[in-house]
Nanobody, 124 residues
Framework: QVQLVESGGGLVQAGGSLRLSCAAS????????MGWFRQAPGKEREFVAA????????RYADSVKGRFTISRDNAKNTVYLQMNSLKPEDTAVYYC?????????????????WGQGTQVTVSS
């Protein structure tokens, strides 16, 4: 069983930055691809970014490309999402997820484990 705990959300002005962290329990972290998703009120959960097991491959949604960076530290069982140049439309609950497959999936249902989410609010 894998448990994921996100942190680092908060309120920030447009143009600002936040760094989300997701700490994973268990000894399988380095064998799992990791992803970040977000869900705004009244909207479906959407893909934000994903990173491969070793951290060499990444994938981003077009809406965040060039502004967000996903990274991981397998020694610390932690994945990060650095968010720069934040916009009001980035406001959402952000979730990290773990995937036992080797593919960088963008579909939420392909992920096996989920955190509880952390709120990010960007004011204009």
């Amino acid at each position: 069983q894998v448990q994921l705990v996100e942190s680092g959300g908060g309120l920030v002005q447009a143009g600002g930055s936040l760094r989300l962290s997701c700490a994973a329990s268990g000894r399988t972290f380095s064998q799992q691809a990791m992803g970040w998703f977000r869900q705004a009120p009244g909207k479906e959960r959407e893909f934000v970014a994903a990173i491969s097991r070793g951290g060499l491959s990444t994938r981003y949604a077009d809406s965040v490309k060039g502004r967000f960076t996903i990274s991981r530290d397998n020694a610390k069982n932690t994945v990060y999402l650095q968010m720069n140049s934040l916009k009001p439309e980035d406001t959402a609950v952000y979730y990290c997820a773990a995937d036992n497959s080797v593919v960088l999936n963008t579909i939420a249902t392909m992920y096996d484990y989920w955190g509880q989410g952390t709120q990010v609010t960007v004011s204009s």
